[in-house]
């Protein structure tokens, strides 16, 4: 796909009834050869619309008006260029801790937590938050919490009478971000899109608890580095290993790579990962019934929920929705 034709898509399908900024500047980008040679002068995955509207905000830039984006785009490009080859997507939802808690709550407890690609590790405080899954419902978690996730539910979803007791809680990243740094926190407010400030307030929300209690991150690679990091975990409390929004990362090869290795460790495994990055758990479902824009969520290689992609929403499937190809 040539970069003029990636920004359109991304101005149509991604960015569309979400961000009007980012739809606008894609629209423009993908119409402005000077902006176009400049990005194609970049490794093929440092020209996503995602990361040059990031690192553009992450240095100032003028987002309202695209002309003058495109502008400052050209006359800035040394310094933009080096953010993008330097910084990543890695944008870092504590609200998604709302849709693996009924599965986190359900497992024998305490807990060993190990997030693979953690990105600050904020996914790894699902104690420290609280939550709300109905109007009618009271709020489960800390009262002194700073961060309230609200998450609407459909189905039969298992909601649990409290949050679950963490006892270790690891993750590992290709880069780890550090919320006590200012500027990688800078860097993920960016990453956040514009119109979308309920989303940077509880990143600063949560980015209090987390720096209040470091997370323990490891720099390394979701194969190689993964054993040995499980293997710290205390052998006296369940161990999860879980990810999300991750392997869309990686080729195929390395997520049946993945899946194969995180099956042989101890512990259990939960996977929240869009509907077509694992499709042999996706063939188990209606996947028709979850709609492009969701997440699949499951517990040892069984899926259990479709999800929305920041945390908001958990349709549990039904034994009818599993198994759209099943019948054959
Ligand atoms: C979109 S972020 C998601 C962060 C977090 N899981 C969440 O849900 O908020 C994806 C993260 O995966 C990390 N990542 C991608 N490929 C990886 C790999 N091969 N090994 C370890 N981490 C990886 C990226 O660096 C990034 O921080």
Known sequence: MSTAHWYRDFAVREA??????????????????????????????????????AAARYLG??????????????????????????????TNEPARCATLLPLLARLPQPLALLE???????????????????????VLGPADSPVLLTCSINGDVPLPSAVPTVVWRAG???????????????WLEALIWPE?????????????????????????????????????????????IFHSAVLTYVPPDVRAAFIELVRGLRGHWISNEGV??????????????????????????????????HGQEIDWLTPARHGAAGSS
């Not at 953690?118 to 939550?131: H, I, K, V």
């Not at 990055?277 to 290689?301: C, I, K, N, Y």
Request: aromatic share 6%; net charge negative; glycine share 6%.
């Open 61 to 90: 830039a003028p987002m309202a008006v695209p002309e003058e984006f495109g502008s400052w785009v050209v006359r800035h490009w040394s310094q933009l260029s080096v953010t993008m080859r330097h910084r990543r997507t890695q």
């Open 276 to 309: 077509g990055v694992l499709p042999d758990l996706a063939a188990t479902v209606d996947v028709e019934g979850g709609g492009p824009a969701r997440f699949l969520l499951s517990l040892d290689g069984e899926p259990v929920a479709f999800t929305g992609p």
């Open 116 to 138: 693979v690609g953690a990105s600050a590790g904020l996914c790894l405080y699902p104690d420290a938050y609280r939550y709300r899954y109905r109007d009618d419902a009271s």
């Open 16 to 53: 569309r009834g979400l961000s009007p900024t980012y739809e606008a500047l894609a629209i423009a980008v993908s119409a402005d050869r000077r902006v176009l040679a400049l990005l194609d002068g970049l490794p093929a995955d440092k020209r996503q619309p995602n990361l040059l509207f």
């Open 172 to 186: 590992i990243d290709l880069n780890p971000l550090d919320v006590a740094d200012d500027d990688d926190l800078r």
């Open 196 to 240: 979308q400030q309920p989303r940077r307030d509880r990143l600063h929300a949560a980015a209090r608890i987390a720096r209040a209690d470091p997370p323990y991150l490891i720099k390394g690679d979701l194969l190689t580095d993964l054993p040995p990091l499980a293997a710290q975990a205390p052998a006296d409390a369940t161990l999860v």
